[in-house]
């Protein structure tokens, strides 16, 4: 999510730029981006941070425009679009948060597995032997998250079976699919 797309409607630009041309239709648009906002984005910090941001834009745009003296119709929207935006943040901070699970997480990237089991092995195999998460890991820790990430059904039986397997092939041979990702 991006906390600046609040800032970048076109309510927004009209009210940086003193235009007030069909100006209640900027601002509808601008309310139902707020809603969807808040009614998508599964991050609330996310959410509160946007609203944050954009209120703190509008009460400068109501400051400068005061100073400026800029027509009723532009004050009036600035007005009411902070009021929104502040009734927004009050509001919005007042439902519950729920905390996003792991198991979410590993859901929403939805990618399953096709290959052999045994290449997601030898993908630990290698993650493990280039220290890419760091000394203290296993493989067998490895290539059970990769597993969950991917949706496939792996014992640590079948793990240490493999990793026994690949560990014992021949030097030249020992990463048959990373040899074939690296031919194709």
């Given at each position: 999510?991006?906390?600046?797309?609040?800032?970048?409607?076109?309510?927004?630009?009209?009210?940086?730029?003193?235009?007030?041309?069909?100006?209640?239709?900027?601002?509808?648009?601008?309310?139902?981006?707020?809603?969807?906002?808040?009614?998508?984005?599964?991050?609330?910090?996310?959410?509160?941070?946007?609203?944050?941001?954009?209120?703190?834009?509008?009460?400068?745009?109501?400051?400068?425009?005061?100073?400026?003296?800029?027509?009723?119709?532009?004050?009036?929207?600035?007005?009411?679009?902070?009021?929104?935006?502040?009734?927004?943040?009050?509001?919005?901070?007042?439902?519950?948060?729920?905390a996003v699970t792991e198991e979410n997480i590993i859901d929403g990237i939805n990618l399953k597995w096709t290959e052999k089991k045994v290449?997601?092995?030898?993908?630990?195999?290698?993650?493990?032997?280039?220290?890419?998460?760091?000394?203290?890991?296993?493989?067998?820790?490895?290539?059970?998250?990769?597993?969950?990430?991917?949706?496939?059904?792996?014992?640590?039986?079948?793990?240490?079976?493999?990793?026994?397997?690949?560990?014992?092939?021949?030097?030249?041979?020992?990463?048959?699919?990373?040899?074939?990702?690296?031919?194709?």
């Open positions: 999510m991006d906390v600046f797309s609040l800032t970048e409607t076109e309510f927004f630009r009209k009210l940086t730029e003193g235009k007030n041309d069909n100006l209640h239709i900027a601002y509808k648009d601008f309310v139902l981006q707020v809603s969807e906002l808040c009614n998508k984005e599964t991050h609330k910090g996310c959410v509160i941070t946007a609203l944050l941001y954009v209120e703190v834009e509008i009460s400068h745009l109501q400051t400068s425009a005061q100073r400026q003296e800029v027509n009723n119709t532009l004050t009036s929207f600035i007005t009411k679009a902070l009021n929104f935006v502040r009734h927004t943040i009050t509001h919005y901070k007042e439902l519950s948060a729920h290449a997601l092995v030898e993908l630990g195999y290698a993650f493990k032997v280039a220290k890419c998460f760091g000394d203290n890991i296993s493989v067998r820790e490895i290539v059970t998250k990769l597993a969950r990430l991917f949706h496939v059904d792996m014992s640590d039986n079948y793990i240490y079976k493999k990793y026994s397997e690949i560990r014992v092939r021949g030097r030249n041979s020992r990463t048959y699919f990373i040899d074939t990702l690296t031919e194709m």
